[in-house]
T-cell receptor
Framework: DTAVSQTPKYLVTQMGNDKSIKCEQN?????MYWYKQDSKKFLKIMFS???????INETVPNRFSPKSPDKAHLNLHINSLELGDSAVYFC?????????????FGPGTRLTVT | SQQGEEDPQALSIQEGENATMNCSYK?????LQWYRQNSGRGLVHLIL?????REKHSGRLRVTLDTSKKSSSLLITASRAADTASYFC???????????FGTGTRLKVLA
């Protein structure tokens, strides 16, 4: 059983398009995250949600809008895609917001904007 | 420099040798975690050390934490080819619920 799943795994699209990435976790966790990993493998947090409530919004352009319909899902919608959005996007979850919670990562979505 | 810088950036060793990688950070933290990322995959949690702990072991992994120097090290003993991966430290910044990942160390273990 997949713990944290993301769809699609690969996404190739043109500049200016709007796209969504979906994430689901079946671990019963309260907290979910979106990370962006650039070409140099630098991993940066974008958003976190706890029980559907936005906790962290880390200076991300307004073109990125997360949505959490329930605590098992955290989707990422991106408007007006730009070349610089090309990266691997990882969803993750953790049991709760309390400290000392390890994160479980999805397999990633490789977004290529042409 | 960025929170969570790791060195070396890349490390190549022979199977059976020990591998040591270091992580430095800037802020007060609740805990520090190490993750492994195989090529093209998501990150996998390896070990967590709390800010009031100095050393922790898990199998062939040994982690140390020196909060006075704001640094941590990960030692992998008796390395195997399967240990080939990138290793990242992640710090939970006190009071923020935010994890900041390091720049990663690419480890290559030669059979």
């Amino acid at each position: 059983d997949t713990a944290v799943s993301q769809t699609p795994k690969y996404l190739v699209t043109q500049m200016g398009n709007d796209k969504s990435i979906k994430c689901e976790q079946n671990l019963g966790h309260d907290t979910m995250y979106w990370y962006k990993q650039d070409s140099k493998k630098f991993l940066k947090i974008m958003f976190s949600y706890n029980n559907k409530e936005l906790i962290i919004n880390e200076t991300v352009p307004n073109r990125f809008s997360p949505k959490s319909p329930d605590k098992a899902h955290l989707n990422l919608h991106i408007n007006s895609l730009e070349l610089g959005d090309s990266a691997v996007y990882f969803c993750a979850s953790s049991p709760s917001l309390r400290d000392s919670s390890e994160q479980y990562f999805g397999p990633g979505t490789r977004l290529t904007v042409t | 420099s960025q929170q969570g810088e790791e060195d070396p950036q890349a490390l190549s060793i022979q199977e059976g040798e020990n591998a040591t990688m270091n992580c430095s950070y800037k802020t007060s933290i609740n805990n520090l975690q190490w993750y492994r990322q195989n090529s093209g995959r998501g990150l996998v949690h390896l070990i967590l050390i709390r800010s009031n702990e100095r050393e922790k072991h898990s199998g062939r992994l040994r982690v140390t934490l020196d909060t006075s120097k704001k640094s941590s090290s990960l030692l992998i003993t008796a390395s195997r080819a399967a240990d080939t991966a990138s290793y990242f430290c992640a710090t939970e910044v006190t009071g923020t619920y935010k994890y900041i990942f390091g720049t990663g160390t690419r480890l290559k273990v030669l059979a």
